[in-house]
């Protein structure tokens, strides 16, 4: 249970090595920045950096250039990180308007290509009836459409049968009717209207088609590959133009990419005078290191300092976790980060975590399992749950052990200690009680040495899980213990001292916290207000000790659920025999391992964040986060 020790760096350097010493730092990885603003704000005379991004447009021209014409741009090394901008963005003018002339005849190729397609299948749909293309088209006093109108809107043709219009359909596909229909030109917009009224879709035949349809088709089909063939041969030559440019636009890239990075963080340079500063943290074990790195380049210091040397500035906190409680970290960030000066607890949730799963899902075949689907997922999935039920699936196969289930089964081990003997149930319930007090007793010794480690003296003594509440809980349950064995330590002076004081304590907590540390009024509102709501929180301090303890009873009951699940599928596969009673038992490990885990998943989350982190945890901190990670 570690967090990671910080120094506050101060890097100071001129404007002229601004672009070298942004582009250095945005390369590590064990920097947490601070914003510019923190420190102008407090200070006259300081300012942020700020100048125009002039490499985000060319980003954005080339990043559209490539997802348009279908090339792929890479970041390469590069010698030196300058660009002219200028001389850039003439360089893309030229290289991208060739592209887009060529570009626009290919696209305007491309649209015929598509119009004799669909020329195509209208003739394709006359095809076998005596038309002749040149007559039609020859016609002075007429005005022919070829088209497809969708069926249910052909009958409705009908309420317009006044108008001067002749409607010839050919073929039904079942979603459109493939037709043609004739009018004068003098009425052809309005039946034009009309059609276009009933989402008819013209399609047009180009006018160089002669004869019949099949002969038209020909023709059609000769243009369209003719022009496929002039098509591929511009997109060639768009290719080619960028092939022979590929360098060229990589080294551009590179450079505008990580040019632009360093636009971006301008809102951590502060402007002194002539001067710029960067701010943030860094481990401590890194912290030399990383000044001799940066002291490489001319005029550029570097200040080390302690994390709370600045009081405007809350340091960081980077948790720093051993290879078993790692994949746990999750778990504490979904509460929050502790701050700085707190202790990290993500120790104590592993090893409590992966003690309560194994107990409430102890089997040996199903956590192997388990472990393998978490395996597979943390190495080629890289997810940290996976990494998590490697861990779980290892906790439940030795509790399986001890429960002598394999698969569900109890005739494979001999079990230590049979869960679903009637004889055992109260056994396996008292004990998953204990189970929880040593729990409950752990977190609130925790939070007594996170609050004297805080100087928080009040929280500490005074609290329901201070030394107080401590005292009063473990006395509650010495009393309980002396009732039912009759030991006889119990006694008046036990009562008072141990239960009563305690539990008056908790009550003045806060008047007393106000007097001696704040120096102020035990009562500001009054006694009276102070005991009434005072009262009804003591009342519940005391409920809560009761329920959190009860909760625990959950562990002992999914035992006794787990066993009794798998129980009623060997019941099942026995009755149904043969092949099919191996099929139940491998359907029935199946539906128990995923509903049952991710219940128990949940029930122990829940203990965690309910019984344990609420006495402990408050989780306020700032996680340290690098420039690349914000």
Known sequence: MAIAKLDLLSINFEKEHYNEVLLKLFDHDDF????????????????????????EEILVRLNDASKKYQFELKEIPVKNNQINVLRVKEYLDDLLLDVERIDAVREQLEKMIVENQEAVI???????????????????????????????????LDYYESLPFVFKDFENDGHYVWCMYITT?????????????????????????????????????????????????????????????QDELNRIYTVSKHLNDVAVMQKYVVVIGDHLSVNGFVPSKNSKKFKKDFEEIENVFV????????????????????????????????????????????????????????????DVGQGAILSIVGFIAYKKFGLQLGAVGMRLGISSMIFGIVFGSVFGSEEILIPMFNAMSPDN????????????????????????????????????????????????????????????LGLGFVNIFYVLILIVVPLLLIFLKEPLIRKFEENKK???????????????????????????????????????????????????????????????????NVFVMCLEGLIVGIQVLRLEFYEMFSRYYEGNGIPFRTIKED
């Open 32 to 55: 947490n920045p601070e914003l510019a603003t923190k420190f102008i704000d407090s200070v006259t005379g300081l300012s942020v950096y700020n100048q125009d991004n002039l490499y």
């Open 122 to 156: 209208q003739l394709k749909h006359v095809a076998g009836i005596d038309v002749d293309f040149d007559d039609l088209f020859n016609c002075a006093y007429l005005k022919i459409r070829f088209g497809k109108i969708p069926v249910n809107n052909v009958a409705k």
């Open 185 to 245: 030109p003098g009425d052809a917009p309005e039946v034009d209207n009309i059609f276009s009224s009933l989402y008819f879709e013209r399609i047009y035949i180009p006018n160089f088609v002669h004869g019949s349809p099949e002969l038209a088709i020909g023709e059609i089909e000769e243009e369209a590959r003719v022009a496929k063939e002039q098509s591929n041969k511009l997109q060639k030559r768009i290719a080619k133009l960028f092939e022979d440019n």
């Open 303 to 362: 200040d080390i300092k302690p994390a709370n040397s600045d009081a405007r500035l809350q340091p960081p906190t980077l948790l720093k976790n051993n290879w078993f409680s790692k994949p746990f970290r999750m778990f504490v960030e979904m509460y929050g980060v502790p701050k700085y000066n707190d202790a990290d607890p993500t120790m104590l949730v592993a090893l409590s975590y992966t003690l309560l799963f194994g107990i409430m899902f102890g």
């Open 425 to 484: 149930t109260m056994t396996l319930l008292i004990a998953a009680i204990c189970l929880g007090i040593i729990l409950i007793i752990i977190s609130m010794a925790f939070n007594v040495f996170l609050n004297f480690k805080k100087k928080n003296l009040g929280e500490a003594i005074l609290s329901q899980n201070g030394i107080c509440g401590l005292v009063f809980y473990i006395s509650i349950l010495g009393l309980v213990i002396n009732m039912f």
């Open 522 to 588: 035990m009562f500001p509102n009054g006694f009276g207000a102070f005991f009434v709501e005072g009262f009804f929180e003591l009342f519940e301090v005391v409920l809560s000790f009761i329920t959190n303890t009860m909760s625990f009873l959950r562990v002992g009951g999914f035992v006794l659920s787990h066993a009794g699940m798998m129980l009623v599928v060997y019941t099942l596969a026995g009755m149904v025999g043969g092949v099919g009673e191996y099929i139940v038992i491998v359907i029935g």
